[in-house]
């Protein structure tokens, strides 16, 4: 029964891994956590707010997990932010509206007291406040899987911290302010090589040309070359002792710790006002349904011009761009052989983006698709093809639990006799993961 869903939900992995840019990340998952505890202990030693101590597994989860939704992030945003201008994608929002987006979730969160919720979505936030420390991540430079600095590591780097203030400021203030930092340190200085060779950073990264705004830089002219022992610049080799890579990946995370502290402090106070008595909150912000992968048991009724059947069956979903979305339904008649139905059927349909949202409260949350697709459709004496389209109502219920109801025009081509046209109801239930 599962082996269709099994194999069609590994067609679907494949096609999305492949079809969209790769999931660069920039510091590594530990990194990040290193450097979320590093900021709320300095705060804390400060003597900031005590908030981040009672929520410090849900910042240090939402700093980590950021980069482990890779449904989320390959569908969704990217982690790319240049603070010269905006990074369109045909794909993928940019990372200053994934922080935009995350704070009104958090806000939100507060407003209706899940504090936990809402300081996980500040620790979301922050992840991208420590990326742009990251020079690939603002110059920018596209990368997959492997990059020098990144490679590279903090190491030592948090050994040896200098102290560092910053008056506290808004994810897209530390966004911004951070990525700045970062870009001039590499347009302005350089790495020493042990043979006293003064190299730019710039030649390790390189922006875009000038009057490209939106564009992607490259590499520079040593390459892809942080990290390694020797350096070729302008023809020669260049011997570089890994000190130096140390000191210049000690002052990226001083100041993703500085900055990442500064909006801690900044969001505490936000959700200290929120809760003040007589808060006055601002209009509920239209809901947008997370990128989700879903698995559910359907049930459901179809009837067409020879009668009515039961059909049970199993559905697997998954996100694609632009709110779109992919679903794949495998049913079996459960009529006990009442009607000439199909024995079983396997579908593979396209979701629009939602036409309709609604979230009464913090525990329920709707939204309704057009859905249509392609079906194979199993008599005993062979298979015909089918055409569902129709709407989907999603119920995201207490989270991961979710509900869905669909109603489709379902068109049948039988062994024979001609095209049949009916109708078809089914009822899922199961559970999401989604933007956690």
Do not use: C
Request: glycine fraction near 10%; avoid cysteine.
């Amino acid at each position: 029964m599962l082996a269709p869903v099994l194999r069609f939900s590994s067609l679907f992995v494949l096609v999305v891994t492949l079809g969209l840019s790769p999931g660069a990340r920039a510091f590594s998952t530990e990194d990040h956590g290193a450097l979320m505890r590093a900021a709320i202990d300095r705060s804390l030693d400060a003597g900031g707010p005590r908030a981040l101590e009672v929520y410090r597994t849900s910042v240090l989860h939402g700093a980590t997990a950021e980069d482990l939704n890779l449904h989320v992030k390959w569908t969704g945003w990217h982690h790319y932010y240049r603070p010269d201008g905006p990074l369109p994608s045909l794909v993928r929002e940019g990372a200053d509206a994934r922080v935009r987006l995350l704070w009104e979730e958090a806000l939100e969160a507060a407003r209706e007291g899940n504090l936990p919720r809402a300081w996980d979505r500040v620790g979301h936030l922050a992840h991208h406040i420590q990326d742009v420390g990251s020079p690939p991540h603002v110059v920018p430079v596209s990368h997959a899987a492997s990059d020098g600095f990144e490679d590279w590591g903090l190491r030592y780097a948090l050994s040896r911290l200098p102290p560092r203030e910053l008056a506290p400021m808004s994810g897209a203030e530390a966004q911004h302010a951070h990525a700045s930092e970062t870009l001039e340190a590499v347009r302005t200085q350089s790495l020493t090589t042990d043979d006293g060779v003064s190299i730019p950073w710039s030649a390790f990264w390189a922006e875009p040309a000038p009057g490209h705004p939106g564009a992607f830089g490259d590499y520079g002219a040593v390459g892809n070359a942080f990290g390694r022992a020797a350096v070729d610049w302008r023809g020669q080799r260049h011997p570089v002792s890994g000190e130096v890579y140390d000191a210049f990946m000690a002052d990226r995370a001083a100041a993703a710790v500085a900055y990442t502290r500064a909006f801690l402090e900044w969001a505490a106070g936000q959700f200290e006002a929120v809760a003040a008595p007589g808060s006055v909150a601002p209009p509920a912000r239209p809901y947008r349904p997370a990128p989700e992968l879903s698995v559910q048991g359907i049930g459901g009724l179809s009837r067409d011009s020879v009668g009515s059947s039961y059909m049970v069956g199993v559905r697997a979903s998954m996100p694609l761009p632009h709110a779109l979305g992919l679903s794949l339904d495998w049913m079996k008649d459960a009529s006990g052989g009442l009607a000439p139905r199909p024995e079983s059927s396997t579908s593979l349909s396209l979701l629009s983006p939602p036409l309709w949202t609604w979230r009464p409260g913090p525990k329920l949350a709707l939204d309704m698709r057009a859905v249509a697709g392609v079906g194979l459709y199993s008599w005993s004496s062979g298979s015909r093809l089918g055409v569902p389209a129709g709407l989907r109502v999603h119920a995201l219920l207490n989270a991961p639990l979710i509900a869905s109801l669909d109603v489709r025009y379902l068109g049948l081509n039988p062994p024979t006799g001609p095209w049949r046209h009916g109708v078809a109801w089914t009822l899922g239930l199961g559970m999401a993961w989604g933007d956690s």
